[in-house]
């Protein structure tokens, strides 16, 4: 969530839209729609988020299966797409739509810990369970047990995409973000060197 959090920061400051989250984006659709304005610059981004996720589902269709390598190849795949976008002079829906499916098959990925199914681009469902977890501990009068560890996971989930959105918002304001190096292509980086450390990573632990 540290690389969504930034890679929609990045998607705001160089193309005004925020793309991991596209219940706003919905919401802008059926407004367009109904005061019958051009609406194809939202459908894009919807459409290839949804693309991206049916991408991650047909090449992983098992959540359990194999997660640490799943995700390596999936990070680093986006990390490869943003990189080489960011050295084309691609036209700015082209390149908006490409930032929302890589976001799009990062979501799809689903990541599973200890039961918990979390969505790894946006943080609606995490603010939620971590809203219910701490109710039902309220409710027990107890701050121990499976609630607990839920509440810890899906906070450490809201701050990491708040720290991704903050780093990256930091290196904006001090300058970064220029023609050669634009954000998007910079979060493509760290996309690229966080997969390839968890397929090394990934590697490794089966070789013991």
């Not at 219940?23 to 019958?36: D, E, P, S, V, W």
């Not at 047909?58 to 799943?70: I, K, L, T």
């Not at 490869?80 to 908006?96: D, F, H, K, M, Y």
């Not at 689903?110 to 971590?130: C, E, N, P, Q, V």
Request: with cysteine; proline share 3%.
């Amino acid at each position: 969530m540290l690389l969504a959090g930034a890679l929609n920061t990045a998607g705001f400051f160089q193309f005004g839209k925020t793309l991991s989250h596209m219940t706003g984006n919905l919401t802008q659709l059926g407004l367009r729609i109904a005061q019958g304005q051009p609406a194809w610059l939202i459908v894009w981004p919807l459409l290839s988020f949804l693309l991206g996720a049916t991408l991650s589902g047909f090449a992983f269709p098992r959540h359990s299966a194999r997660q640490w390598r799943r995700s390596g190849l999936v990070i680093s795949g986006c990390g490869a797409a943003l990189l080489i976008s960011g050295s084309l002079s691609l036209p700015p829906w082209l390149a908006v739509s490409l930032t929302a499916f890589v976001l799009g098959a990062q979501n799809g990925l689903a990541m599973r810990y200890r039961g918990i199914l979390a969505r790894t681009t946006h943080i609606t469902g995490h603010l939620t369970d971590l809203g219910a977890a701490l109710g039902r501990m309220v409710q027990a009068r107890s701050f121990r047990g499976e609630d607990a560890r839920t509440f810890l996971f899906h906070l450490l989930g809201l701050l990491s995409f708040l720290l991704g959105a903050a780093l990256l918002a930091g290196y904006v304001a001090r300058g970064g973000g220029q023609r050669d190096n634009s954000p998007v292509a910079v979060c493509g980086f760290y996309y690229l060197l966080f997969g390839l450390l968890t397929l090394g990573g990934t590697w490794l632990m089966e070789r013991r």
